[in-house]
């Protein structure tokens, strides 16, 4: 069941179904051509009004993943290209799928740190720390640095869940490639309790770079996931 909507950054209802029916269609947990259940069900199951499942469902339709048959049922078309809100978004439960959601444990405007790769024009940056979520799971912590130049001021009781789409609609600013170098790195101090991994625990490392849609790349983030828990998936069409 999905709950609620009233947490601060959270996305509409609707769209937290349809994308996390996205993320299992491009996880293989819904397979191309498979019937889905009667819609009241699918509601039930998912504790939300049919109304709202009904959203979703055209939603999916609309971007070409679902086939909406009269008298005859929903069907999924997993060959079409799962983008979405979370479309650059690489990490899943282990058994593949899995809804995005974020807490924002801080933001601060900042002086870049030295260790960080070269990016943006600003000689500071807002500095974003996370704990991810999939399905309600911790997931990760992640430390994203977007160029101070892009925005004068970030409150952590603005930032979506979704950050590329935060980016979109109130800044202007379109995430149009990124490049991840994954490797290891030890969790940093800062990392919450409800995250299982102790602090210091050697993880898997997500370095990512995100270029604008004016070709400068404009954040740099590192993310750290629970191997336990969760996985690293890069799809090839």
């Not at 809804?99 to 807002?126: I, M």
Request: aromatic share 8%; proline share 7%.
């Amino acid at each position: 069941m999905l709950g609620t909507t009233t947490r601060p950054g959270a996305l509409p209802l609707y769209l937290q179904v349809s994308e996390l029916l996205a993320r299992d269609i491009a996880a293989g947990r819904l397979i191309d051509g498979e019937k889905l259940p009667p819609e009241r069900d699918m509601a039930a199951d998912l504790g939300i009004a049919v109304g709202t499942l009904r959203r979703a469902l055209a939603d999916l339709a609309a971007r070409g993943m679902l086939a909406r048959v009269q008298g005859s049922g929903n069907y999924v078309r997993a060959a079409a290209a799962p983008a979405g809100v979370y479309a650059m978004f690489r990490l899943e439960r282990i058994e593949g799928g899995g809804l995005p959601t974020a807490e924002v444990l801080s933001v601060e405007r900042l002086p870049k740190a030295d260790w960080l790769p070269p990016f943006g024009t600003a000689a500071d940056g807002h500095r974003i720390r996370r704990l991810r979520f999939l399905s309600g799971t911790p997931a990760a912590v992640e430390e994203i640095w977007l160029d101070g130049a892009r925005a004068d001021r970030l409150s952590a009781a603005d930032l979506s869940d979704a950050l590329y789409l935060h980016y979109r609609t109130r800044l202007n600013l379109w995430i149009v490639r990124a490049e991840d170098r994954v490797g290891q790195g030890a969790l940093p101090d800062w990392a919450p309790a409800a995250f299982p991994p102790p602090c210091g625990a050697l993880l898997p490392l997500i370095l990512r770079l995100s270029w604008a849609q004016d070709g400068t790349c404009a954040e740099v983030s590192h993310t750290w996931y629970d191997p336990a828990t969760t996985r690293y998936v890069c799809r090839l069409k």
